[in-house]
């Protein structure tokens, strides 16, 4: 069994920051990509920035310039930080792991459970 819990959502004002944090706990051998999607109400979920194992890392356009993901890999955790927020940076954030576990030794795709931000005009 494998469990990712998120951390770091909240209420916040446009212009302001958010750090969000991941934590993969369970039977992993080892976690290759990490990331971060959002869904706004309405809408499909999207991918916000990966990384990967060995730390290049992507985001798309429109948070590229304000936000930054980043990995402690001895911690199983991905961060999140998330500065100069617009209203249209609310949304649910979910955190995504690929990890292949101990014992079978397959790679698996595992999701957090979400984590609301909101950000007011």
């Known amino acids: 069994q494998v469990q990712l819990v998120e951390s770091g959502g909240g209420l916040v004002q446009a212009g302001g920051s958010l750090r969000l944090s991941c934590t993969a706990s369970?039977?992993?051998?080892?976690?290759?990509?990490m990331a971060w999607y959002r869904q706004a109400p309405g809408n499909q979920r999207e991918l916000v920035a990966n990384?990967?194992?060995?730390?290049?890392?992507n985001a798309v356009e429109s948070v590229k310039a304000r936000f930054t993901i980043s990995r402690e890999n001895v911690k199983n955790t991905v961060y999140l930080q998330m500065n100069s927020l617009k209203p249209e940076d609310t949304a649910v954030y979910y955190c995504?792991?690929?990890?292949?576990?101990?014992?079978?030794?397959?790679?698996?795709?595992?999701w957090g459970q979400g984590t609301q931000v909101t950000v007011s005009s």
């Open positions: 995504y792991a690929a990890i292949i576990t101990t014992g079978d030794w397959h790679i698996y795709g595992y």
């Open positions: 369970g039977s992993i051998f080892s976690i290759n990509d």
């Open positions: 990384i990967t194992s060995s730390g290049s890392t």
